[in-house]
């Protein structure tokens, strides 16, 4: 079969045949497909979703996660219980006939796959395919290896990172795709490249790879690391990688220095077989280089898909002053021109459908005349969640001066995660106790697309406070600034390349400890943001403007998916060797 991909146009020199293979193990691909958890999965859709307008010949592989990520409850105190999300791949998807397999342990395990079509603006299909083990041949062990994103303990995701590595390779070569360059978006897709050495060097796992085999396999890959935080990166024990890959492949990986403190490290294992490595923001490159001085690591910053983000009232208010903004993102330049009370009005209507939605989850009304603050996220330690309540009595006075201060707050932390669910249930108590007259602080349930589209359109200011430098990116203030929404952030991660003072929003600044960095953001509140917002509404206009025009113009995946296309999948020369490729074939 050929790649089911339409081509109707492109924008950019694509071979003509052969298509990028993507690979994430997780996607957001449709807000009712629980099969992402934050950030990662969320770039990874918008990816896609960019690549699809774009015409880009590329199809994605992911796993089918039946049972989802998890839909979080908080009880009044503040303490995360966890659901199951169960899911149907055959109400979004189409299943595909083929089945292939994988050696887990010293099981055969088979596995089969679902399409999921994501069309794009223009007519191009990127098709997504879920792998899934649920099926009568396999153990009950096996048959619910695809079913929890990111559960279990490290024996369980080794095994799903051999489905989704090793298993999506062989189903790409069985669905009859021709790959030109294959992508792993972060390490859980690593052991693709040990599929792709096996099949150079004939098929099982015996023998010594020659140089000739791995820079072959070098020449198709590429690889996107995605955080700077040292647990992020996935490692195996040896007793696992003997017990689980085996004791042959063990043996290889551990010669090609896949090995790292007696560990199999993936993101390592990735940077070897990759001919081009990217982070995903500036200063996150800086500090990827660091972790891995052996590889030269580039850096592309992220962006977020601006129609799947931009509320409908900015949409509208988009298509009227600048309608080819959906084609080319960086006609939101323009925005620079528009009527400040259009601006302002538009917003006013997403602020009011948020408050609606705090209202019917909560019961709480919110006033739309207050100035309103928005922080979610996936609940980490490094995130500091609770940096706003250092000096709650501070915070108090800020609320008063400014006649009112309303914050909204979500994030789930994951299932295993004590010391993350800790933090939630401290920022509800603190919510409670500070809640009076002037200021209002609500925590939300279950944080996901629907709520992240919701309040970084809706809120007033958006609000980060990362510990330096662990967030390589940051995505959800993009969002924020693609909906005329400015950030108070910590310089770190995108917000370095975005900030502009007083323009585009305002930087923490740096200091010494938690507590300095506090002051800041309360000074930067009580200095900038109120009086700003209290006496100046048309010069707040300007800002929203700002926001979109020199933020949502740059920091989306219009932009990004063409970075990827030039830098990583078909740079000049690459492209050259294709297309010698392809006449030779025609002959
Ligand atoms: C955008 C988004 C994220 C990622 O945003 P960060 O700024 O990296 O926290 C996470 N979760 C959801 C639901 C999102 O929509």
């Known amino acids: 079969m050929q790649s089911t991909s339409s081509r109707p146009f492109s924008y950019e020199p694509f071979p003509t045949a052969g298509v990028v293979a993507y690979f994430s193990m997780e996607i957001a691909i449709n807000p009712g497909m629980p099969t992402y958890s934050g950030g990662l999965g969320v770039l990874a859709g918008d990816t896609l979703r960019s690549a699809a307008d774009q015409g880009v010949p590329l199809v994605a592989f992911t796993l089918a996660h039946r049972k989802g990520y998890f839909q979080q409850h908080l009880d009044s105190q503040g303490v995360q219980s966890e659901e199951v999300q169960q899911w149907n791949p055959a109400d979004f998807c189409t299943e595909e006939p083929v089945r292939i397999t994988v050696s887990v342990e010293d099981r055969v395990v088979q596995v089969r796959c679902w399409r999921y079509d994501l069309v794009g603006r223009y007519g191009h299909v990127v098709p997504i395919y879920l792998l899934d083990t649920d099926l009568d041949g396999n153990s009950g062990w096996d048959r619910g290896l695809t079913d929890h994103l990111y559960g279990g303990d490290t024996n369980y995701r080794l095994q799903q990172e051999i489905v989704l590595g090793m298993g999506g390779v062989r189903m790409v070569n069985a669905l009859g795709h021709r790959v030109n360059v294959y992508h792993m978006n972060e390490g859980h897709a690593a052991l693709l490249t040990l599929a792709l050495l096996e099949h150079q060097m004939g098929g099982g796992p015996i023998g010594a790879p020659t140089e000739a085999d791995l820079a072959l396999v070098r020449q198709r890959c590429v690889f996107t690391t995605h955080t700077p935080v040292p647990a992020g990166h996935d490692r195996f024990s040896i007793e696992q990688t003997i017990r689980i890959l085996g004791g042959d492949r063990t043996a290889r990986l551990e010669k090609l220095g896949c090995y790292r403190d007696g560990m199999l490290n993936m993101t390592l294992l990735a940077l070897r077989f990759s001919r081009y490595a990217n982070a995903v923001a500036m200063q996150h490159a800086k500090v990827s280089r660091e972790m891995f001085p052996e590889f030269p690591i580039d850096s592309i910053t992220n962006g977020v898909h601006a129609p799947t983000w931009v509320s409908d009232p900015v949409q509208k208010l988009l298509d009227t002053h600048v309608p080819a903004w959906r084609r080319d993102n960086l006609y939101l330049r323009n925005v620079i021109d528009l009527p400040e009370n259009e601006m302002l009005a538009t917003h006013a209507q997403a602020k009011r459908a948020l408050l609606s939605e705090v209202a019917t989850r909560t019961g709480r009304m919110l006033k739309d005349d207050v100035l309103t603050i928005g922080f979610a996220r996936r ?91 662990y967030e390589a990116s940051g995505t959800s203030g993009m969002k924020a600034a693609l909906n005329g929404v400015p950030s108070l952030s910590i310089l770190d991660g995108w917000w370095i390349e975005g900030c502009i003072e007083g323009f585009t929003g305002w930087a923490i600044e740096d200091g010494a400890n938690d507590a300095e960095e506090a002051t800041s953001l309360y000074r930067k509140l009580e200095a900038a943001v109120v009086p700003l917002y209290l006496s100046d509404r048309t010069h707040w206009a300007r800002l929203m403007r700002n926001t979109i025009a020199f933020n949502g113009s740059y920091f989306n995946t219009n932009r990004m998916v063409k970075q990827y296309t030039r830098n990583a999948y078909y740079p000049v020369q690459l492209l050259q060797r294709v297309k010698v490729e392809e006449e030779q074939l025609a002959v």
């Open 379 to 469: 609940v980490a330690t490094y995130k500091r969640a609770t940096l706003l309540f250092t000096d709650p009595e501070r915070l108090v006075e800020i609320a008063n001066k400014a006649g009112g201060l309303q914050i909204i707050y979500a994030g789930k932390a994951h299932p295993q995660d004590e010391p993350g669910k800790a933090l939630i249930h401290k920022v509800v108590e603190d919510a409670a106790r500070l809640s009076g007259n002037l200021l209002q602080i609500v925590y939300l349930e279950n944080y996901d697309w629907a709520l992240g589209a919701m309040m970084t359109a809706g809120v007033d200011v958006w609000l980060n406070t990362p510990k330096r430098p």
